[in-house]
């Protein structure tokens, strides 16, 4: 896994996807052609209805692209199965999204270890990562919680824990800063940031807020499906090799 | 991932919707109860008809009769063939005649049997008050309930009255060349039985032997083994005699109450289709809430069998929880009224039957039933859970 090598961890190739309204197509990628190198901190920008969040769900395996293909370190995600898709997105992604999603009937520390059980890790074991991860965030006194009973700051860290807790290669977040104050969004940003500094995660950002740009490698400018230009703000050529093979093996206060 | 995962998961989602679980199990287990409560009903109902009618015992009796024919005879001769059959250990004959019977002033008209202890005990005869005849060379008589009342004897003084019979010998039962006859006797009452139908006597069979008659009425033949009735039976039938017995009856009873059964268990299947359909609604709605959270779960990179098993097992959940409640009441509310009638039948002075009946194989068969109908009930909204399509179900509000 020498990244010296160039192998993008995330490659994009003349993608397209056309959606059926009524009786028109209508084509919301273009043909994107983009490679996302590994430790990168990738941000898209664009107006809304530019076709950030379909490129996002496209490349994540859950929007099958009408041409074009998605590979990850060289591995086409679209020519698997449904289910073989559903495998990558438990082992690869850890996903953030604009507004928290939950399992209503679990507490806070069975969503944060929900993707572990996903993926057959018993339960007690899955737990105890979970409660070690709550604890980096210090977040730990929440565990008991009802995810809902947490402020929108607090709910935000909370996904990035589930989202971390299965060791991604890759962190996809869709706007997360989207419903917080400033306060929390910028403590939410600086917990992305030290997750791709420090654990040298790759990091996809969707956001509209241009401030953000300072966080970023990379910065992706798309209008009306297809990328306008992509400024890249630092060259990153990392070795993997140097970095921990488990993002949760950092000490406690690292990462916040 | 793991099944107990799956399982704990369907609990937590029950178990944070406890009103409508406890709802919709209700249902379920209300009418579980009431098939259960139905057929234990049913069966206690068959259990005791044919309990009343007879034990094991009578079900190796045969009875002989010559039905119509003008041929046939049943004399001593055709009674030692019987006992030579290799199966039969007993044969006995009886004769009956029209007869009339006076006691006092009082006369009735009613029917004279002539048979001895052998023939009442494979009858198995119920006395209800006296004995059998204990000596056969005194002339004693048995006679039924409806009898001591037409002839105004009262429950006190019944025993040891003497009545006079008048019999009428029909000439089939006598020697071909004879010609009908009547007879008159006098009998001391020596046992009573419970009988209320129509009046009639049993007098030991040597009266009518005394008196000229040569062939018998009818005959009852006994196997030692159950299992050779059935082909005493047919070489009975081909020596040209009609043969019935007790377990015509009690195969009759069965098939009624086959059909009786059938149509209990009808009654109870539409409570549990009611209850399904409670269940199915139940299971859509939480389907439909859950619509965002699944199309969440797929995102996360869950499966789709998981999502299929998770929905399932809820169901199933439900369902067990429900049968289990509904059997224990079904099967209580049986014990609880056998109880309440025992009490009420040993307060009365009656005889108490168990009226519901359930043997544990059938609770088994319907805890297994109502498992797998709540599995059938749970299969749609499973497979419409898991072929959700994560991004729709994300944007879905």
Redesign the interface.
Known sequence: MNASSGLPIIGVSDLRKNFQVGKNQVEVLKGIDLRILPGEFVILFGHSGCGKSTLL?TI?G??KPTSGDIALRGRSIYNMN??AR??????R?G?V?QQS??????NVVENVA??L????Y??RDAIKRAEHTLELFKLAEYAKYTPTELSGGQQQKVSICRAIINNPWIIVADEPTGNLDTVSADEVMNIFKSINEKAQRTILMVSHNPDYERFATKVVYMKDGLIDKIINRKIVNIDEDQYPSDLLAMAKGDLI | MRFSYLLYLAYRNLFSHKMRTVLTASGVGISVAFVVFLISFGLGLQRVSTDQITNLDALQVLDVSIAKSKLLFINDETMNKFTKLGNVSEAYPQVSSAAKISYNQSSIDGVVYGKDNNYLRLEDMKLYSGQKYEDISVDQAIINAATQKQLSLSDNDVLNKEITVDVVVRSELLNKDEKAKTFSKKFKIVGVISDKSAPFIYVPLHIFTDNGVVNYSNAKIRMDNKNDVNQARLQVENMGFKVSSIKETIDQINQFFNIFQVILISFGGIAIVVACLGMFNTLTISLIEKTREVGFMKALGTMRHDIYWLFTLESVLIGAFGSIVGVTLGVMTGVLLNYGIFALASTSGNQSVELFYIPIPLVLMILAASLFVSLLTGIYPARRAARISPLDAMRYE
């Open positions: 769900n994540i859950l929007e449904e289910d559903a495998k990558v997105r438990q082992d992604f996903m999204h999603n939950w399992i209503k009937s679990l929900y993707p059980m996903i993926s057959g018993n339960r």
